[in-house]
């Protein structure tokens, strides 16, 4: 009967890597070897059968396949049950379905397709509808497949690049200060909230027996924060070292002329808020300079907590002829400052909301720690206030240095 049949030339799918693999799953034999049969004249020689809804199941989690012929109409679990369980193990969004019915069923056939079934065909089944039905779904396949595949590739080689960038970003931070010829520590940590981040932590010493830091937040996150970030890390250690090389490290001088120079180029108004300061390691004298960034704090050798008061300007990058003013404060022996930024005062999880008055609590308790234990239990303690597992939601980032003479 079948050589009798005038069945078209088989159809194949162009760029297969394999024989594509068929599943027919139907409760009524002679229905499985009559589709078996004309799948394997049209080319399909990998055809496994199914008798019923479970077994189907069974054979799809032990390997894969290219396409199912599903009966609707099935004892004990039917068609319907069998895709919905497809649908919810996550298989259908790889896996096309093709069901097979009556020409009663078709309302039933309207419900399969609704849950994601691919196409349907009637009973008695056509020998040139199946070959074509069965044809567009495995290109249609074959097609899903291949960009999957290029957006799985493309999405890899964007995350090792990203993790590159984090690694070149976490490298501008420099390692902590604790050299025995200085009277100075500094300590910093820098978390972002992404692969990279925006937020800019740098601190370096001087021919001129000084430290510069510099802490700072980008507007917005990811890439282009991370770029506007190493721009402005560049721009200002440019123009410290001709300040200080004319004689002129100036803080507010500092920052006024990165701002001008920031503000070239900056079709995407993109900005950074920031503290920038200079401490003369043999004084203890403090100058530092506020680009609308939050206030550092001064932790006091007695123990004692107080925010720096400083005169609002615009965050760099935002108009060119703003101007920073310089700012002073005289450190005692043990005084500090503690440098941050919002990422720690807004950091929020499920488990709870980190505050500024939680940090200027937890800085109490523990505000005479070293450098490094302070910041180790700083981060602690917001993750405990937000959720160890909860994902940042914005870089966090700090800074503490201490001036204590007696080292030198």
């Given amino acids: 009967m079948l050589a009798s049949m005038s069945i078209p030339e088989p159809a194949r799918i162009q760029g297969a890597a394999h024989e594509?693999?068929?599943?027919?799953?139907?409760?009524?034999?002679?229905?499985?070897?009559?589709?078996?049969?004309?799948?394997?004249?049209?080319?399909?020689?990998?055809?496994?059968?199914?008798?019923?809804?479970?077994?189907?199941?069974?054979?799809?989690?032990?390997?894969?396949?290219?396409?199912?012929?599903l009966d609707v109409m099935m004892p004990g679990m039917d068609g319907i049950a069998v895709l919905q369980a497809l649908r919810e193990g996550g298989q259908l969004a790889e896996l096309p379905?093709?069901?097979?019915?009556?020409?009663?069923?078709?309302?039933?056939?309207?419900?399969?397709?609704?849950?994601?079934?691919?196409?349907?065909?009637?009973?008695?089944?056509?020998?040139?509808?199946?070959?074509?039905?069965?044809?567009?779904?495995?290109?249609?396949?074959?097609?899903?497949?291949?960009?999957?595949e290029t957006t799985r590739a493309q999405l890899?080689?964007?995350?090792?690049?990203?993790?590159?960038?984090?690694a070149l970003q976490l490298s501008m931070v420099p390692p902590d200060l604790e050299a025995p010829d200085l009277p100075v520590t500094v300590h910093a940590c820098l978390h972002p909230a992404?692969?990279?981040?925006?937020?800019?932590?740098?601190?370096?010493?001087?021919?001129?027996?000084?430290?510069?830091?510099?802490?700072?937040?980008?507007?917005?996150?990811?890439?282009?924060?991370?770029?506007?970030?190493?721009?402005?890390?560049?721009?200002?250690?440019?123009?410290?070292?001709?300040?200080?090389?004319?004689?002129?490290?100036?803080?507010?001088?500092?920052?006024?002329?990165?701002?001008?120079?920031?503000?070239?180029?900056?079709?995407?108004?993109?900005?950074?808020?920031?503290?920038?300061?200079?401490?003369?390691?043999?004084?203890?004298a403090l100058e530092f300079a506020n680009a609308g960034h939050l206030p550092p704090l001064h932790l006091e050798s007695t123990g004692a907590i107080r925010p720096l008061e400083f005169e609002g300007r615009l965050p760099l990058g935002a108009m060119s002829d703003t101007d920073y003013p310089t700012q002073r404060l005289q450190l005692a022996a043990g005084d500090g400052l503690f440098v941050y930024t919002d990422g720690i005062t807004e950091a929020a999880g499920p488990a709870g909301q980190y505050s500024e008055q939680c940090l200027l609590d937890d800085l109490s308790g523990f505000g005479q720690l070293s450098g490094g234990e302070l910041l180790k239990a700083l981060v602690a303690r917001v993750r405990e206030a937000v959720g160890e597992d909860a994902p940042l939601e914005d870089d966090l980032t700090a800074l503490v240095q201490r001036w204590s003479p007696a080292r030198s």
């Fill in 20 to 69: 594509p693999a068929l599943l027919v799953v139907d409760d009524i034999e002679d229905n499985r070897d009559m589709l078996t049969a004309r799948l394997g004249v049209l080319g399909y020689p990998d055809v496994t059968t199914a008798a019923s809804g479970p077994e189907a199941l069974e054979l799809i989690a032990q390997r894969p396949f290219d396409l199912v012929l």
């Fill in 97 to 148: 379905v093709i069901m097979v019915s009556a020409l009663s069923e078709l309302e039933r056939v309207v419900q399969c397709i609704e849950l994601g079934a691919e196409d349907y065909l009637t009973k008695p089944v056509n020998a040139t509808l199946l070959r074509a039905r069965v044809g567009a779904s495995l290109e249609k396949k074959r097609l899903r497949d291949t960009v999957r």
């Fill in 156 to 166: 890899q080689q964007l995350d090792r690049e990203l993790m590159a960038a984090r």
């Fill in 194 to 284: 992404r692969h990279v981040g925006g937020d800019l932590c740098d601190f370096f010493v001087t021919d001129g027996n000084a430290l510069w830091f510099v802490v700072g937040d980008v507007s917005g996150k990811a890439a282009a924060a991370a770029l506007f970030m190493a721009r402005t890390w560049s721009t200002l250690r440019s123009v410290v070292a001709r300040a200080e090389a004319a004689g002129q490290g100036d803080p507010g001088a500092v920052l006024s002329a990165a701002n001008r120079a920031l503000c070239e180029a900056n079709e995407t108004s993109m900005f950074t808020t920031l503290v920038a300061g200079r401490l003369d390691l043999a004084s203890g």
